[in-house]
């Protein structure tokens, strides 16, 4: 069943991306493989209950931070920054969806960075199966980021004000000019990599290492530095220190 916590490997973006692009190299064979082949009815049908799924849930969770929602209402209501406030909900959140979601899981374990051996890991990279979106879909991860600290739009009150209220430093420069500036060396050095990601992590892996190291960083600006000028703790825990 769909959404079970025993299934959740054949479900997702993952699932989607492995339904169409490990069904054949050219749009043709994949088109063919969901409408003319023998037995497409059954590979069609798992296809479009992936999407629905995927659909539903984003639905949901667009619903519940609506303008008319009591959730969000609740979520602006709780002010402050103590523990179990939303903004240091908010920023627990963020910091662990950057080192996990982003910094690990994207190029940490595809490039054998955090593992022991230091061997890639070419198999785990996202969009494997599609093979020329892995890095687009890392740097859009890092766009998408940067728009969380320094506001979506120029009158925003951002992430990036608090911090140059606060006048948090970072050495000789203030912490908001140490965090743009690490943002900006993230994007170069991911500018140095190529798809397909799996094997470049492979063949090119010292360059892929230093991106990551750049993007460790980065880590230590959000999650050490911004909170501890912000006065929030961090609630969650990791396994690789910082």
Avoid at 87 to 112: C, D, H, V, W
Wanted: hydrophobic share 40%; net charge negative; glycine share 6%.
């Amino acid at each position: 069943m769909l959404g079970s916590a025993n299934n959740l490997s054949a479900m997702g973006l993952q699932a989607i991306d492995y339904l169409i692009h490990a069904a054949g190299a050219t749009d043709e064979e994949i088109v063919a493989r969901y409408s003319s082949d023998d037995g497409a009815e059954s590979p069609g049908n798992y296809l479009i209950a992936l999407c629905e799924h995927l659909s539903l849930n984003t639905s949901q969770v667009a619903n519940t931070w609506n303008s008319a929602s009591a959730e969000r209402a609740s979520f602006i209501a709780n002010d402050g920054n103590d523990q179990g406030s939303s903004l240091g909900l908010f920023l627990n959140a963020f910091n662990k969806s950057y080192e996990k979601s982003t910094r690990t899981e994207k190029l940490g374990i595809p490039s054998g960075a955090l593992t022991f051996s230091m061997t890639p890991n070419p198999n785990t990279v996202e969009a494997y199966y599609e093979g020329n979106k892995s890095i687009v879909y890392l740097e859009e991860s890092i766009n998408a980021f940067e728009a969380l600290y320094v506001g979506m739009e120029s009158e925003d009150i951002s992430l990036s004000d608090y911090l140059i209220a606060l006048d948090a430093r970072h050495g000789e420069k203030s912490l908001d000019e140490a965090i743009r500036n690490q943002i900006e060396s993230v994007r170069s050095a991911i500018d140095l990599m190529d798809d397909p990601l799996s094997d470049f992590v492979v063949n090119e892996q010292e360059t892929a290492l230093a991106a990551f190291a750049e993007m460790q960083a980065l880590v230590v600006l959000w999650k050490v530095d911004m909170m501890s000028a912000l006065g929030i703790l961090i609630t969650y825990q990791d396994n690789d220190g910082d």
